[in-house]
């Protein structure tokens, strides 16, 4: 809702040089005019509105005023004000008020519902924003990210994202992915130290953050130099965090928009030959033909869509959803396949050491031990394994020893080290997957502390005690350790080799038997689940026992790795369960399935995650997940609980079907309406109805419809994916357009030839037929079964039957016969009344024919990428 600033100030470029990292802190804090500690309140407001707030698209809020102004932009809108002119040119005083009322009504009516419907959901958008602790006026405090300017200070920890581009001024084991910036997948440690070098690029500059790249552990302080548009990021993508992909129900809407827009075409040239051919008055037949292309027109489409999507996101939060990016509801819809991570979605993430033993597999202290000293000094972000860890009984009281350094935890190595220093030695302390240390491991420790050569024997028995482990449902950790020599108090993954190893930390993490209920329904819904987890494949399988799932498959990164895109892409449907999968293997288990015609949801929490939550149609992410995964999502959940996801499929399938139903009545009894009418001019002598009749027939038309978003939905429409099917709409039309024409030509011949209705009167007669059978036939229309068993929601209900009512009394009122109506004898509404009743029994036998040949949802298509 809003727009660039209509001729206004542009924001000011930010006071640093664009290579403002080869600066020295200070000497940038002066540029900036700001000190290394942070902007008072008034400053910082100052700032935001000389550079604008911090987000790509830099939006000035436009004024209420301009946004309706701008509404009259629109084509059809035009064509109406050309029509209006010449009326009141040529003295049509009535043409001309009805044809004006006609606009501002509908203009007004679509803005008032669509800024209403933006504004509550902008609201809830908000709720979830992305923060930043920054320092205003000497306080720390969480500020929403898009308020930040240059100058301010802002506090960095592992999961967050980057919120703008500017220099360290502080850092500790900071390291950064910046793969959305450099394609490098790796972390690089960043400093805050001056370069000793000039950089070049940003690639180069290791004592930057820049917007966009997540920090993967350590802590930092930012002196922010640019924010929105003039960051790197920003500069590039115009709107960052704004998902561009159109979801299929969008093109599906676009293609029906460009079918009307065909037939309206044609049916006004046919009009206005027709017209000209019988020597009509010129001025009469073009309004006429406007007021069919008007009635043609889905104008409130937009509105409906909006205000229907905006109800759904609405409701959803009222069960702790929030919709990010409203389509996303269509591709909720249409999902037939959610991937899902393990913990806490499967289980409780309720992590406890179960136990600790060594090589042998007694209880050891020691174990623990190691592993706390590990976790207690890793900055990266807290793993529920390692919060259990430290929540553990501590055996051996507080060691003192000193943390040197750490090469923090990622995905692909799937381990943390940490160099301390004890008693005056360096130790290399590592905990991570047992796999993955049993291979970097040459000895082991055995009880009396010595080690002794880790040989192949020794190698099976202690990875089948892994397996063991893993087996009896517990995650297991090994932690192993290494002297190093004195002197350099730096380390690097190359010195994660020739470890000894010291043996196992196992957690239990309990099912979550609710999502085991969950996994049923959504499967009776027709959505599949299928599991993505980093972690491995016998304790996932003996988590899926334990909640009753069956499952088929079970595919591990290693075997991943191996496949070609085409031999994974004929793995994926009967694999229930990927392990070990890295994070860019999830992406690639993702688009596979994607490939294969599934529409597919991802719900995930992790930096792991966030790759993957960007490849699925539809990201779903939890309000406690890491930044990244946060920003990647199209859904967040308040609560940890599959359940909502259930909740959020359904609501997308009902607002698919609420937009249909308004789709459907556009194309059936609408446009059969406006067929006859164009039919009618071929053989009346008069025109079938005036032009302003035909406005105001479409204005009630319109206002019988504004009720479609709030409407109750089927049981069987929530019963499967919905997708857009073009075909069935076009059966649809097809079908019960001419029904409706049918009906229209039969009161054409009632009205002339047993009535021998005149102009006005036929006019009359025509148009109370015409509003009563278009209006109330949505209350056949949005059903698919039984329309006295499956009633319409009471808002729905009220437009319905006030459209319909005021149609029938409007003849016999001033208004009306200021309209040209005259009133209308009983026997002829009794007439009308028994014609409409017939039309409604041949489209409720039609629809349910045409329903019951739908067959399953849409076609799947093969995508390529
Ligand atoms: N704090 C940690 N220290 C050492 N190793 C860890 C730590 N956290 C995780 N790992 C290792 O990395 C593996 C993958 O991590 P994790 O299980 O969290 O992946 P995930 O894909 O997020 O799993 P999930 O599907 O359960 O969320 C773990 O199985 C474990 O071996
Ligand atoms: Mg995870």
């Known amino acids: 809702m809003t727009s660039p600033g209509w001729g206004r100030r542009p924001f000011e470029k930010p006071p640093v040089p664009e290579d403002y990292w080869n600066l020295a802190p200070e000497r940038a804090a002066e540029a900036l005019s700001a000190g290394l500690t942070g902007l008072s309140v008034s400053e910082a407001a100052?700032?935001?509105?000389?550079?604008?707030?911090?987000?790509?698209?830099?939006?000035?809020?436009?004024?209420?005023?301009?946004?309706?102004?701008?509404?009259?932009?629109?084509?059809?809108?035009?064509?109406?004000?050309?029509?209006?002119?010449?009326?009141?040119?040529?003295?049509?005083?009535?043409?001309?008020?009805?044809?004006?009322?006609?606009?501002?009504?509908?203009?007004?009516?679509?803005?008032?519902?669509?800024?209403?419907?933006?504004?509550?959901?902008?609201?809830?958008?908000?709720?979830?924003?992305?923060?930043?602790?920054?320092?205003?006026?000497?306080?720390?405090?969480?500020?929403?990210?898009?308020?930040?300017?240059?100058?301010?200070?802002?506090?960095?920890?592992?999961?967050?994202?980057?919120?703008?581009?500017?220099?360290?001024?502080?850092?500790?084991?900071?390291?950064?992915?910046?793969?959305?910036?450099?394609?490098?997948?790796?972390?690089?440690?960043?400093?805050?130290?001056?370069?000793?070098?000039?950089?070049?690029?940003?690639?180069?500059?290791?004592?930057?953050?820049?917007?966009?790249?997540?920090?993967?552990?350590?802590?930092?302080?930012?002196?922010?130099?640019?924010?929105?548009?003039?960051?790197i990021l920003g500069g590039v993508a115009k709107a960052l965090g704004e998902r561009a992909p159109v979801t299929a129900f969008e093109t599906g809407i676009r293609h029906f928009g460009l079918l009307i827009m065909r037939l309206t075409?044609?049916?006004?040239?046919?009009?206005?030959?027709?017209?000209?051919?019988?020597?009509?008055p010129l001025l009469e037949s073009f309004l006429f033909a406007i007021a069919l292309a008007v009635g043609l027109t889905p104008e409130l489409l937009p509105m409906v869509t909006t205000v229907t999507l905006a109800h759904g996101a609405l409701r959803l939060a009222k069960r702790r959803v929030i919709v990010k990016h409203l389509p996303a509801l269509h591709n909720l819809g249409a999902m037939d396949l959610l991937c899902t991570d393990k913990t806490g979605t499967l289980t409780e993430a309720q992590v406890k050491v179960d136990r600790a033993i060594d090589a042998e597999g007694q209880p050891s202290d020691r174990v623990l031990e190691l592993a706390r000293l590990n976790s207690q000094f890793c900055t990266g972000v807290r793993s529920p394994l390692d919060s259990a860890i430290l929540a553990s009984p501590d055996p051996s009281g507080a060691v003192i020893c000193t943390k040197l350094d750490e090469v923090p935890f990622d995905f692909e190595r799937r381990r943390v080290s940490i160099l301390i220093e004890r008693e005056g030695r360096a130790q290399l302390l590592v905990k991570g997957a047992p796999e993955n240390l049993l291979r970097l491991s040459n000895r082991v420790e055995g009880k009396d502390g010595a080690a002794r050569p880790l040989d192949a024997a020794l190698r099976a028995q202690l990875t089948q005690a892994f397996e063991k482990l893993s087996q009896e449902g517990l995650r297991a950790l090994a932690v192993a350790y290494k002297p190093m020599p004195a002197g350099p108090r730096a380390m690097a993954i190359a010195d994660e080799s020739d470890l000894i190893f010291v043996g196992f930390v196992a957690f239990i993490d309990p099912p979550k038997q609710e999502a085991a209920v969950v996994i049923r329904e959504l499967a009776d819904s027709q959505v599949g689940i299928k599991i993505l987890t980093g972690d491995n494949e016998h304790v996932t399988q003996h988590l899926c026992q334990s909640l009753g799932l069956d499952v088929r498959g079970t595919l591990t990164g290693d075997e991943l790795a191996k496949l070609t895109d085409e031999a994974l892409f004929s793995r994926v449907a009967d694999t229930d369960l990927f392990c070990r999968l890295t994070p860019q293997q999830k992406t690639r288990v993702v688009l596979a399935l994607r490939r294969a015609g599934h529409v597919v949801g991802f719900l995930g929490d992790g930096i792991n995650d966030a790759p993957a939550l960007h490849a699925a149609d539809i990201g779903i992410s939890v309000d406690s997940a890491a930044d990244v995964a946060k920003e990647a999502a199209d859904l967040i959940l308040l609560d940890h609980d599959l359940e909502l996801v259930r909740a959020a499929v359904e609501e997308g399938r009902r607002s698919f079907e609420n937009i249909l139903k308004y789709i459907l009545m556009g194309t059936s009894s609408n446009f059969g309406n406006m067929f006859s009418m164009a039919g009618a001019t071929l053989f009346l002598p008069f025109l079938p109805m005036l032009p302003v009749q035909v406005l105001v027939n479409n204005l009630l038309y319109d206002l019988s419809e504004l009720g479609i978003p709030f409407d109750r939905?089927?049981?069987?429409?929530?019963?499967?994916?919905?997708?857009?099917?073009?075909r069935f709409v076009q059966r649809f039309m097809w079908t019960l357009g001419p029904v409706s024409s049918v009906f229209d030509f039969l009161t054409f011949f009632t009205l002339l030839y047993l009535f021998k209705a005149g102009e006005a009167e036929f006019q009359t007669g025509w148009f109370v037929e015409s509003m009563l059978t278009q209006t109330m036939v949505v209350l056949l229309i949005r059903t698919r079964g039984n329309p006295f068993a499956n009633l319409p929601d009471r808002v729905l209900a009220a437009t319905v039957f006030v459209a319909a009512g005021l149609a029938v009394l409007l003849p016999y009122t001033g208004l009306g016969r200021w309209i040209g109506m005259v009133p209308l004898p009983l026997p002829l509404l009794a007439a009308i009344a028994g014609l409409a009743a017939g039309y409604f029994l041949l489209v409720e036998i039609a629809k349910r024919i045409l329903w019951r040949h739908a067959g399953a949802p849409g076609p799947r298509l093969q995508r390529r990428f």
């Open 46 to 231: 100052a700032r935001l509105a000389r550079y604008g707030p911090n987000d790509a698209a830099q939006r000035r809020h436009t004024p209420l005023w301009l946004q309706f102004l701008a509404r009259f932009k629109n084509p059809l809108v035009l064509i109406l004000l050309v029509a209006s002119a010449a009326s009141a040119a040529t003295g049509e005083i009535t043409s001309f008020v009805v044809i004006t009322a006609v606009i501002l009504l509908s203009v007004t009516l679509d803005f008032v519902q669509e800024v209403r419907a933006e504004s509550a959901v902008e609201a809830l958008r908000r709720s979830v924003a992305l923060t930043a602790r920054t320092c205003r006026g000497g306080n720390w405090i969480e500020l929403s990210a898009d308020q930040l300017v240059p100058g301010d200070l802002v506090e960095l920890k592992a999961g967050d994202l980057i919120p703008a581009d500017g220099l360290l001024i502080k850092a500790r084991d900071l390291f950064i992915t910046q793969a959305i910036l450099t394609g490098e997948p790796y972390p690089v440690e960043k400093h805050a130290a001056p370069l000793k070098a000039p950089a070049a690029g940003p690639a180069e500059a290791d004592n930057a953050g820049f917007l966009g790249t997540s920090v993967v552990s350590g802590v930092g302080q930012l002196l922010i130099c640019r924010t929105g548009r003039a960051t």
């Open 265 to 280: 075409a044609l049916l006004v040239l046919f009009v206005l030959l027709v017209n000209g051919l019988m020597g009509r």
């Open 713 to 726: 939905v089927d049981r069987a429409a929530l019963a499967r994916p919905q997708r857009w099917d073009m």
